[in-house]
T-cell receptor, first 107, second 115 residues
Framework: GIQVEQSPPDLILQEGANSTLRCNFSDSVNNLQWFHQNPWGQLINLFYIPSGTKQNGRLSATTVATERYSLLYISSSQTTDSGVYFCAVLIWGDMRFGAGTRLTVKP | GAGVSQSPSNKVTEKGKDVELRCDPISGHTALYWYRQSLGQGLEFLIYFQGNSAPDKSGLPSDRFSAERTGGSVSTLTIQRTQQEDSAVYLC?????????????FGPGTRLTVL
């Protein structure tokens, strides 16, 4: 089956720093989503991004489907950005998740 | 409703008991998905429904797990004869269609603890 790899597995930032999270996938996919799982376990939709670039405030994402990767950019990080960031790919109704990047933003 | 809801939010049960977990999808969403997240792990796909039918049951970990959906809306995930390794957060998601072009939205999850 398709493999989804995220890097880095852990990331510690000082408040105000910028970061880039990466998601690689092993096969063609129909779609891709980025999620933030907050400390209470809720999965928050960040981006629905099969290709191209999207921006939402301090966050932006780029997916290059032909090269099978997606990037999530966080600028001017805040402590509330802490949590686990998951990339998930969709293949005909089946969503496969990466193992996540655990982000800790220190004040 | 405004979002996906799940109940109960927490369930503690004894080994060997049966449990039922409920998911209410976003109104109008035809596709519904169940996932499991073990402590500190990523999400494991269990099953999805298009309407009331489940074309893909391959993710269910054993025959103790079953799921149904009635009326194209509410879904119930049942775990029979629970084991300690079933302890996890069970998450439900819904989307407008199973076509992979539609975004999935997640509920808050049910945290299951098997003693």
């Amino acid at each position: 089956g398709i493999q989804v790899e995220q890097s880095p597995p852990d990331l510690i930032l000082q408040e105000g720093a910028n970061s880039t999270l990466r998601c690689n996938f092993s096969d063609s996919v129909n779609n891709l989503q980025w999620f933030h799982q907050n400390p209470w376990g809720q999965l928050i939709n960040l981006f629905y991004i099969p290709s191209g670039t999207k921006q939402n405030g301090r966050l932006s994402a780029t997916t290059v489907a032909t090269e099978r990767y997606s990037l999530l950019y966080i600028s001017s990080s805040q402590t509330t950005d802490s949590g686990v960031y998951f990339c998930a790919v969709l293949i005909w109704g089946d969503m496969r998740f990466g193992a996540g990047t655990r982000l800790t933003v220190k004040p | 409703g405004a979002g996906v809801s799940q109940s109960p939010s927490n369930k503690v049960t004894e080994k060997g008991k049966d449990v039922e977990l409920r998911c209410d999808p976003i109104s109008g969403h035809t596709a519904l998905y169940w996932y499991r997240q073990s402590l500190g792990q990523g999400l494991e796909f269990l099953i999805y429904f298009q309407g009331n039918s489940a074309p893909d049951k391959s993710g269910l970990p054993s025959d103790r797990f079953s799921a149904e959906r009635t009326g194209g809306s509410v879904s119930t995930l049942t775990i029979q004869r629970t084991q300690q390794e079933d302890s996890a957060v069970y998450l439900c998601a819904s989307s407008a269609d199973t076509g992979s072009y539609n975004e999935q939205f997640f509920g808050p999850g049910t945290r299951l603890t098997v003693l």
